[in-house]
């Protein structure tokens, strides 16, 4: 499994998982190092991974690629002119590598992506101001976005066009469809939208007690969240309320999760149910939540970046067929 987050200070951060002993009940566990260097030339707002593929955008409106088994760069993609806020890969259940790259931006626009080689197919703008947020339905056929123009957007990947657009009536941070793609939320400051997928009708809200900064769905119906609480929220989006929580996750503000179980590389149904966090204080920490349900757990591994992180990514660390940069992307510079 490997990990994936970009900071302030351009640099981005790559680690993998390893066990420190070679007996399998042993849940000691390390972050090792893949790279560090700053890829961007301001701060890096978002990162998303898929296999060993992994991509950052910045506010120096560039998309950079990785190959995280080689812990080398693919290049870069050009193609918004505003800071990149969200990116994410559709990757097929037998597949592992994805085949698809989509890309949100801070002036509405959302550019969709062949990822082998890396190529622009489409280029939209379904929003009048920033997209805040990107998910994609496990289909690889719709997304969602949300903007600071206080709008939720459907976006036809097939078609490449917006298919459904209407107000919100307050600004969605973040938005991200469930695993199964039946439901999705939307976190609005403290409180986060549970909503069926098919007709948008609203099931429940989650209340937090500080304003929201990442949610991470899980199995079963659980939904990660934190922010400025400093926790590790885990709610059950069936009853709408809170399963447990890891208190004082970090000193700081939680400014990503990452839930590492059979979809980003656990391989066995034993292995511990792992979340991975990061905080704004450059500290990044492994959990076990099963040990969350009856008391407060101790990290099983971390990792101090000494940087302002901003988001966190993770997914399994499989080689496969190397994506290369499109012709096309080459003339523009990538």
């Not at 037998?94 to 190529?119: K, M, Q, T, W």
């Not at 949300?146 to 298919?163: A, F």
């Not at 660390?317 to 096309?328: A, C, N």
Request: charged share 25%.
């Amino acid at each position: 499994m490997s990990l994936i987050a970009g900071s302030y200070e351009k640099f981005i951060w790559g680690f993998k998982l390893k066990s420190l002993k070679p007996n399998p009940d042993s849940q000691s566990l390390t972050l090792t190092p893949l790279f560090s260097y700053p890829s961007h030339l301001s701060s890096i707002t978002t990162v998303a991974t898929a296999g060993s593929a992994a991509a950052s955008g910045g506010s120096d409106d560039t998309i950079h690629l990785y190959d995280m088994s080689s812990a080398t760069s693919l290049g870069s993609l050009h193609d918004h002119s505003a800071t990149v806020t969200s990116l994410s890969f559709f990757t097929p259940p037998h597949l592992s590598f994805p085949l698809n790259l989509v890309s949100a931006a801070a002036d509405g626009s959302f550019c969709i992506y062949e990822a082998d080689p890396f190529v622009l197919l489409k280029s939209l703008k379904p929003h009048r101001k920033a997209i805040n947020d990107v998910s994609l339905h496990p289909s690889g056929k719709l997304a969602l976005t949300v903007g600071k123009d206080e709008c939720l957007s459907m976006i036809n990947l097939v078609r490449g066009r917006r298919s459904f657009y209407c107000r919100l009536g307050k600004e969605a941070s973040l938005v991200t469809y469930d695993g199964s793609g039946d439901k999705f939320y939307m976190a609005m400051e403290d409180k986060v939208m549970v909503h069926e997928a098919e007709d948008a009708r609203l099931l429940c809200e989650l209340e937090n007690s500080k304003r929201v900064l990442c949610v991470e769905p899980g199995e079963n119906g659980v939904l990660y969240t934190g922010g400025e609480d400093r926790c590790i929220t885990a709610w059950d989006t069936n009853s709408g309320k809170v399963a447990y929580r890891i208190e004082d996750a970090h000193p700081a503000r939680v400014k990503g999760i990452v839930v590492l179980t059979s979809k980003a590389g656990a391989v066995a149904d034993d292995d511990p149910y792992l979340v991975a966090s990061a905080s704004s204080d450059g500290v990044i920490r492994l959990w076990d939540v099963r040990m969350a349900v009856k008391e407060k757990p101790n990290p099983l591994a971390e990792a101090n970046t000494k940087s302002r992180l901003t988001c966190l990514a993770g997914s399994s660390l499989k080689s496969f067929k190397r994506p290369q940069i499109g012709k096309s992307d080459k003339k523009r510079g990538a």
